[in-house]
């Protein structure tokens, strides 16, 4: 744990990034469906939280139907990948435990990402070594065939001085000025705009704003007025400070932006824009959108996960999440590193509201350094 270049990690993650270096990086020649096999015993058997797993040897080769030696050989390989570190090595030392008459030390394995995994999948980690930590996943483009077609070009900005406005003379003389004559009124530009709102209501918004506004650093400079004006759609979903504060933190946003509210609106309206309409069928509101199976590389990755041998994850039980949320208080940064690897994930293992402290703790600590 002391010397490796990579960092610690979950049980699932840890599966996952096994399963890259071995099929598809091929980074190790003699890795195959062996190594791939003790992987999911030992991920099987993880700690949920820490990620480490105890040796055991002849019960690894027995489970797995493999050799003692093989078993030796291929944990070597997980080893030389980076995958595996040692905690604790073990011993023939006899611990003499009451009622047994000989009991050794036995060893410890931690389950580690690589480096070479982060940088192919366009992770950004903070730290070195074991105790680095994802703070970063990018998230993947959407392709589309329109964009790539043959027509397509970048269009060039309106000119400003390319039609003045001239005025338009009557028959009596006077000036008229026909453009503004015709103009359309302004309509709101957010449709949580188009509903008025008492004053009650605007106070409270602004109230459970200045509540908010101290717990996300990248939004402290944006005025309280036009913060609650932004934070309406999730007012109006009945969240309050925490949980309001809580997502916006779930955004991972490690910079500042020049206009916070411009941006909290552009990605609600993001979230929101798939959402079709009372009245208008799924298909309909999704008519003009790209299928997510007609991408080529969807469908490359589909061909060779059918090809793939069966995955197996490990099941988790009831009693995981107790544990897990009882004792997990006190690991906020693996929770959070947690969270930021796999949401959906720790969400289950730990819940909203240990995820939520987890993850405002990180940005907390993260703004004061």
């Known amino acids: 744990m002391s010397t490796t270049a990579a960092r610690h990690a979950q049980p699932r993650a840890w599966l996952r990034a096994v399963v890259w270096l071995v099929e598809e990086a091929g980074v190790h020649p003699k890795a195959g469906e062996a190594t791939l096999r003790i992987a999911r015993d030992l991920a099987g058997r993880m700690d949920y939280t820490a990620g480490t797993v105890l040796y055991d040897l002849d019960g ?219 009245g208008q069928s799924v298909e309909a509101a999704h008519s003009h959108t790209v299928e997510p199976t007609g991408n080529p590389a969807w469908q490359a990755w589909l061909r060779q996960r059918a090809t793939a041998p069966e995955f197996h994850e490990p099941q988790r039980t009831d009693d995981d999440r107790r544990h897990a949320r009882l004792h997990g208080w006190d690991r906020w940064a693996e929770i959070a590193d947690h969270y930021a690897a796999d949401p959906d994930d720790a969400l289950d293992l730990y819940g909203t509201r240990l995820c939520g402290y987890s993850v405002k703790r990180a940005s907390d600590d993260w703004a004061r350094r």
Request: proline share 10%.
């Open 60 to 278: 690894t080769a027995t489970r797995c139907a493999l050799s003692r030696a093989t078993v030796k050989r291929h944990v070597g390989y997980l080893r030389e990948l980076g995958a595996l570190v040692w905690v604790r090595h073990g011993s023939r030392r006899n611990l003499r435990l009451p009622g047994r008459p000989y009991a050794g030390t036995a060893t410890i394995y931690a389950a580690t990402i690589p480096y070479a995994y982060d940088r192919a999948h366009g992770h950004r980690v903070e730290g070195q070594g074991f105790r680095g930590r994802v703070v970063a996943v990018p998230v993947p483009p959407v392709h589309t065939p329109a964009a790539d077609g043959p027509h397509s070009r970048v269009r060039e900005p309106q000119s400003l001085a390319a039609r003045p406005r001239k005025p338009v003379v009557e028959a009596d003389g006077r000036f008229k000025d026909t453009q503004r004559r015709h103009a359309r009124p302004r309509t709101a530009s957010h449709p949580w705009n188009s509903t008025p709102r008492s004053p009650l209501q605007v106070a409270a918004d602004i109230r459970i704003a200045a509540q908010v506004r101290p717990h996300v650093p990248w939004i402290q400079s944006e005025g309280l007025r036009r913060l609650a004006c932004t934070l309406r759609p999730l007012i109006d979903q009945g969240l309050d400070a925490h949980d309001i504060a809580a997502e916006l933190t779930s955004w991972w946003v490690n910079w500042r932006p020049a206009q916070p509210a411009a941006y909290i609106t552009a990605q609600l309206r993001n979230r929101t824009a798939d959402v079709p309409n009372e």
